[in-house]
């Protein structure tokens, strides 16, 4: 090991002291800094893989919409189908309505679903916690959990429909009865706020429900692995007949996801700053230590080293403790988010807020989700800012001649 | 002249104190061959310090000559293999054990390796401290911490070896254990010695003394 190396390790950890102090109150300073870049950038990962994912398992990855109703959609999804790429295609229609049970109102989105290629497409059957998504027919819904919740109805329950034709009718001085459907079963997806708005139906019956006869409102299609959404769309868009277009799932929600990358970048940004800190210290540390050991430097001189092999003594010392700090720093992460769930619901517990942190948090776990290149980057970040943090007492160290070093008091 | 380890002409060094320059060193000769030693006594400030700082290379001279086994040049690699120093303070490396401060003279010239370190243990053992190689200078005595330092100057077998007080922090008896080991092993290993001291009995036992005053170097 060359010995600007061996000697820079060995004044990290000398000989002997099985408590390092310097060294360890700099690597933990760097440590947590990493620590909290991981737990925050995971956390934001997780927010928005979770996102995703709903989206994704509730509604495939690209979203055929009309500007009014689509026509002949069997044609449609036919021609959907045949493009490459597509694993399968669903036809929806749907849209606001309201629902009364026991004399309790609600106004979800109904959503009809195609029951004979739905599950190709998303992923609704594995969301459903009582009844089963099987019971569905055309003279039952399956409601969300906060629906349920909120008017009451369990499985079983008969609730009352009524749908935006009925105010069409009355206009024209008909008689529209609302539709008494059974509840086949609850569905939670875990976000709150997809689990308080909407219901689910046959198609047929949501089609009944907005008079639309045989048309849909949308098509959601779901790619085969590894097919890239937008290039799916692209695809998709080249086969559309006029007035019909794709979006993938990232094009229908990009306005949120700019602003949800927007508020990682920014957090990344804001928390870095803890390494910078962190690294002053370093610095700070490390230019005590140069002129603590002046007279060392001059033996160095004396003994034959070179400036450059000094100011690369000090500059590992820097690389060291970010290495480590960043090794620990990803440990003490990765243990912070293994128990992230407990801490957040024992707090929650303690100060009995767990419904508000539902209700403004949207899922019911604190989701996390760790991208290797976020870890990369912190990683490269964090060794960069810690070498460079060694720089300047290298530089210090370098400039000490060897003959007023070893004078020096 | 190919025999001369050190070879100085009219070596000169001067100061700017103020708006006074002060001539420290005023015209230096200076010849010694393998396996001699030599001593350099004088008044403190008379420039014994930079004469040894020059001779090493540290520093840098306003006239003269100085020639390293013929060379005209010492860098700082050269120095390593060239020659070894000793100081009044030692200069140990507190972090390092003994055996490891003796070694990083090795590793100065990338030789860190299984001979060194036999070598190191064998000078350890030479100096008297062959039972305690494994000890931090924090654990050591003064005349312990110089004999590292002895070894460590030894290490790379140079051809010179430049000795700044290194009695001046010890005891007279110790000090004296010390000048007796520097002498011996520069006999052993054809080492050429310069002694700075200000002990006129350390002084005698060398091959030459000289007394540096008034910038020159006068034979005693």
């Known amino acids: 090991m060359p010995w600007p190396l061996y000697l820079a390790l060995k004044q990290l950890f000398p000989s002997g002291r099985r408590f390092p102090f310097f060294t360890a109150i700099s690597v933990l300073g760097v440590a947590l800094g990493v620590a909290l870049l991981i737990v925050v950038m995971s956390v934001m990962g997780g927010f928005e893989f979770k996102i995703r994912q709903m989206i994704v398992e509730t509604e495939g990855e690209v979203q055929v919409k009309a500007q009014g109703f689509v026509e002949d959609y069997p044609a449609v999804v036919k021609r959907i189908d045949e493009v490459p790429g597509v694993e399968a295609a669903t036809p929806y229609a749907g849209g606001a309505v309201m629902i009364e049970f026991n004399g309790k109102p609600a106004f979800p989105l109904i959503r009809g679903l195609d029951l004979a290629t739905v599950g190709k497409v998303t992923q609704l059957a594995s969301y459903v916690v009582a009844g089963s998504f099987d019971d569905l027919d055309d003279d039952s819904v399956i409601l969300g959990s906060e629906v349920a919740r909120m008017i009451g109805a369990t499985v079983g329950d008969k609730i009352e429909i009524y749908s935006p034709l009925l105010i069409e009718k009355l206009k024209h001085d008909e008689i529209f009865l609302p539709r008494e459907v059974r509840v086949a079963g609850i569905l939670e997806i875990g976000h709150q706020q997809l689990d308080k708005s909407t219901i689910y139906s046959t198609l047929r019956l949501a089609q009944d429900l907005y008079g639309l006869g045989g048309d849909v409102h949308g098509i959601d299609v779901r790619m085969k692995p590894g097919v890239n959404e937008d290039d799916g769309a692209a695809r998709i868009n080249a086969v559309l007949p006029a007035g019909l277009r794709a979006f993938s799932w990232m094009d229908s929600f990009s306005d949120f996801l700019w602003v949800l990358a927007l508020e990682k970048n920014m957090i990344f940004f804001l928390l870095l700053f803890i390494v910078i800190v962190a690294a002053f210290s370093v610095t700070s540390s490390l230019l005590i230590s140069v002129v603590r050991k002046t007279r060392e430097i001059g033996l160095l001189g004396a003994l034959g080293g070179r400036p450059l092999h000094v100011a690369a003594c000090f500059c590992a010392q820097g690389v060291f403790i970010g290495v480590l700090g960043t090794a620990f720093g990803l440990g003490l992460g990765f243990a912070a988010l293994a128990v992230r769930n407990d801490v957040v619901l024992g707090l929650a517990r303690i100060t009995q807020r767990q419904e508000v942190l539902e209700r403004f948090y949207q899922f019911s776990e604190l989701p996390a989700h760790t991208s290797a290149g976020d870890v990369a980057l912190i990683i490269g970040l964090t060794v960069v800012i810690s070498t460079l943090a060694g720089l300047l007492p290298a530089w210090r160290a370098a400039r000490l001649k060897p003959v007023e070093a070893l004078r020096s008091e | ?220």
Not at chain 2, 169 to 190: F, H, M, Q
């Open chain 2, 1 to 220: 002249m190919s025999d001369q380890v050190l070879c100085v002409r009219g070596l000169r060094k001067s100061y700017q104190s103020g708006d006074r320059r002060i001539e420290v060193l005023s015209g230096v000769d200076l010849e010694i061959p393998a396996g001699e030693s030599i001593s350099v006594r004088g008044e403190s400030g008379s420039g014994k310090s930079t004469l040894l700082n020059l001779l090493a290379g540290l520093d840098v001279k306003d006239a003269g000559e100085i020639s390293w086994a013929g060379s005209k040049g010492l860098r700082a690699g050269g120095r390593a293999a060239f020659l070894g120093m000793v100081f009044q303070a030692f200069y140990l490396i507190p972090e390092l054990d003994a055996r490891a401060n003796v070694l990083m003279a090795a590793r100065m010239l990338g030789t860190p390796g299984a001979a060194a370190r036999a070598r190191a243990d064998a000078l350890l053992a030479r100096v008297g401290l062959g039972e305690r190689t494994g000890h931090l200078p924090s654990q050591l005595s003064g005349g312990e911490r110089q004999r590292v330092a002895v070894a460590r100057a030894l290490m790379n077998r140079p051809r010179l070896l430049l000795a700044d007080e290194p009695t001046g922090n010890l005891d007279e008896r110790t000090g004296a254990a010390v000048i007796d080991l520097l002498l011996e092993l520069c006999v052993e290993t054809n080492t050429a010695l310069v002694l700075v001291t200000h002990n006129a009995a350390h002084a005698a036992r060398t091959g030459r003394s000289f007394l540096l005053q008034n910038g020159l170097l006068k034979p005693i």
